[in-house]
């Protein structure tokens, strides 16, 4: 009996508190919005006429049931393609999703071994630890413009694609790679210096080759490091990737956001918001799937 | 000739006047398929002495000595139970054996090796568990495993560093009379490493007393002339083993072995300048003169 209550009240709390905080955030956003007021008065000339005024704190903010009534063709028809610069939300995320995974992949590719290099060498860790501190702070929209540059005459085709990656792709993948590489970076570093003395000296005792230390000790030891990195990683690479399409104008939901602010039509750009912050959520939960799994390894 | 030999051994660490002294003096001889028990200080050099003999550290002067060789860096000849089990968390019971028996026997056939990792596993009891990881396992299942590791590479000379300091008294007395049994099989050469006297009265044949550091050196060796198999019941009625302990504890408690109590107290100068009246009048401001620095010294105490 009292098991079941408590089971009824934790299922309550973790279902009707978030719900509560929802309907307080969409109860200040409705107080916040404007809305229109159709207003009957007598002009100038004498005669009565309705005039629709938008009153409100902030005029412009639109209201939430604004927001879905604009919104509600990109939601319900997700995949539409209209145009280059209007289609379906999902089909915004994906095409977002698809140079987050490329630039992230670069990311882990380089930063994973360049940790373990930093971790395992005294001499390469102070050689390069300056230079890392210096770049690491350096904002992607300092970045973008460096690798619009770097790629303009660059030409790859990959096999199979219907077309070359163009400068403005490359570019923004650049941007994503060398942003989201530094918490791989610094926690595989982490990791390795932090791999204790005991099991270096199993790998000691029993005369292992360095790439059998490497590859049966240091890795697996220096795994939970590596994957907080990683869902670090991801977490920037999202980030980066909407500021980069909004600097270049790309389709997908940052350039969406960008072009939807320079069209006037603001309640889209509330629908980008929450699009990129939910799809941020779920890849951070995702990381943290795979993550407990390897730590609990 | 000894199978391993430690001859004039000094180690320190640190270097000029921080340098402190761990080890001096070390003079061992471990002869083929001798126990010898280690007793010692918690924080004497114990574990110091035994990465040395494993070839973890190398000393700041004197000579390791293999078969009269000077012994190479640490390898699977010389097996080492460390203190803390030192089992890879990410592997299971099976994997972490079959690591080192892969490395130490890499000529053999897969089936022979998994055949010899089984073995070592059902000579430690632990069949049951030999898929679980070692987090699953109790602490003495886990110093079980690292034994069984340990064993499994066949060294000349087996290496145990305070083997069962972390485990509770019932479990430990356990594993005493598993790991005498297990030697009793084979009789390899094993150095026991311990704080416990009658740990190493009931599993050794010779004892050699540590002295208390910094600079602990070795007593001279005390036989343990019991015969085996030994009983933990009786064994304290024994003359033999009354002797022995005796002297091994004479040594540790008397002077050349215990700690050295040393107090080291401030001695403060009074801080009086004496006036010189004939010399030029300091300013007004001028910082006081101050002779008295602080000194100390250090007394040993007996």
């Not at chain 1, 610094?186 to 791999?195: D, H, P, Q, S, Y």
Request: charged content about 20%.
């Amino acid at each position: 009996m009292i098991r079941m209550k408590r089971f009824q009240r934790f299922n309550l709390d973790s279902l009707l508190l978030p719900l509560l905080g929802v309907a307080v955030c969409l109860l200040l956003w409705q107080v916040l919005a404007g809305s229109n007021q159709r207003v009957t008065a007598r002009d100038d000339f004498g005669d009565m006429v309705t005039v629709t005024k938008r009153v409100g704190l902030s005029k412009d903010l639109p209201s939430p049931g604004e927001t879905w009534t604009a919104s509600k063709n990109y939601v319900l028809q997700p995949w539409a393609k209209r145009g280059e610069l209007d289609q379906g939300i999902l089909a915004f995320t994906w095409l977002s999703l698809k140079l987050v995974a490329q630039g992230y992949a670069i990311a882990l590719i380089l930063g994973t071994p360049i940790g373990f290099c930093l971790g395992l060498s005294k001499a390469f860790a102070k050689t390069f630890d300056p230079i890392i501190q210096i770049l690491r702070p350096v904002s992607p929209l300092a970045w973008l413009p460096l690798g619009m540059v770097l790629f303009l005459s660059v030409k790859i085709r990959v096999p199979g694609a219907a077309a070359p990656y163009t400068a403005s792709e490359l570019a923004a993948i650049f941007t994503v790679a060398i942003c989201s590489m530094w918490p791989t970076v610094l926690n595989t570093a982490v990791g390795v210096r932090a791999i204790p003395q005991d099991y270096l000296n199993v790998a000691k005792v029993l005369k292992l080759s360095r790439t059998k230390t490497l590859f049966k000790v240091l890795v697996p030891a220096t795994l939970p490091y590596m994957f907080t990195g990683f869902r670090l990683s991801l977490g920037i690479a999202w980030l980066v990737i909407v500021a980069a399409e909004m600097l270049t104008g790309r389709p997908g939901v940052g350039g969406f956001l960008w072009q939807q602010y320079n069209a006037l039509s603001y309640a889209h750009i509330i629908l980008c918001i929450l699009t990129i912050g939910l799809v941020g959520y779920a890849l951070d939960r995702l990381m943290s799937l795979i993550e407990s799994r390897f730590k609990s390894a | 000739m000894a199978l391993l030999s430690l001859e004039n051994v000094h180690v320190g660490f640190g270097s000029g006047a921080k340098r402190h002294e761990v080890l001096r003096d070390i003079q061992l001889h471990l002869a083929e398929g001798e126990f010898v028990a280690i007793v010692g200080y918690s924080g004497a050099g114990k574990s110091t002495l035994l990465n040395l003999l494993a070839g973890l550290l190398q000393p700041d002067s004197g000579s390791i000595l293999l078969r009269g060789k000077p012994a190479p860096g640490p390898g699977p000849d010389r097996g080492v139970v460390f203190q803390n089990y030192s089992l890879l968390p990410w592997l299971s019971v099976e994997e972490n054996i079959a690591l080192a028996v892969d490395q130490v026997f890499p000529e053999w056939k897969p089936s022979e090796r998994a055949a010899h990792v089984r073995r070592y596993i059902e000579m430690v009891h632990l069949s049951p568990s030999a898929l679980k990881r070692p987090g699953e396992l109790s602490g003495g299942m886990r110093q079980r495993v690292a034994l069984a590791r340990a064993l499994a590479c066949e060294p000349a000379i087996l290496l145990m560093d305070e083997p069962l300091g972390a485990l509770d008294a019932l479990t430990r007395a356990t594993l005493q009379d598993e790991i005498v049994r297990i030697w009793l099989e084979n009789r390899r050469t094993a150095l026991l490493i311990t704080n416990d006297v009658d740990e190493a009265l009931l599993m050794a044949d010779r004892i050699v007393p540590l002295s208390a550091g910094p600079g602990a050196t070795l007593g001279p060796s005390v036989p343990v002339p019991l015969p085996r198999p030994r009983d933990r019941r009786s064994l304290h009625h024994h003359p033999e083993h009354k002797h022995a302990r005796r002297t091994v504890l004479d040594y540790l408690l008397g002077p050349g072995g215990r700690p050295k109590l040393s107090v080291t107290r401030k001695l403060v100068l009074p801080d009086l300048v004496p006036e010189d009246l004939d010399g030029p009048r300091p300013a007004l401001f001028a910082p006081p003169k101050r002779r008295a620095t602080a000194k100390s010294e250090t007394i040993e105490v007996h």
